[in-house]
């Protein structure tokens, strides 16, 4: 998430849509935890807006 503050990403996305998309991240390069089906729905977040911020962090991973 500190990579976050670098970027615009903390200004374009609320505290709980960058939570969720760091936590799907993780997921996604590290297989961290465990697959649920749209646990992100419950902190009010969409599955587009997830995939979008994780996006951005695994980019932003891969460019260092």
Same mark, same amino acid.
């Given at each position: 998430?500190?990579? %976050?503050? #670098? !970027?615009?990403? @903390?200004?374009? /996305?609320?505290? *709980? %849509? +960058?939570? @969720?998309? =760091?936590?799907?991240? =993780? *997921?996604? +390069? /590290?297989? #961290? ?9 419950? @902190?009010? #977040? !969409?599955?587009?807006? &997830? !995939?979008? &911020?994780? !996006? ?6 891969? +460019?260092?």
């Amino acid at each position: 998430l500190g990579d %976050s503050l #670098v !970027s615009d990403m @903390c200004i374009r /996305y609320g505290a *709980h %849509s +960058m939570a @969720c998309g =760091a936590l799907s991240a =993780a *997921h996604q +390069m /590290y297989n #961290v935890l465990p697959a649920k089906d749209k646990w992100f729905l419950e @902190c009010d #977040v !969409s599955e587009r807006m &997830v !995939s979008a &911020v994780a !996006s951005e962090f695994i980019e932003m991973i891969k +460019m260092k």
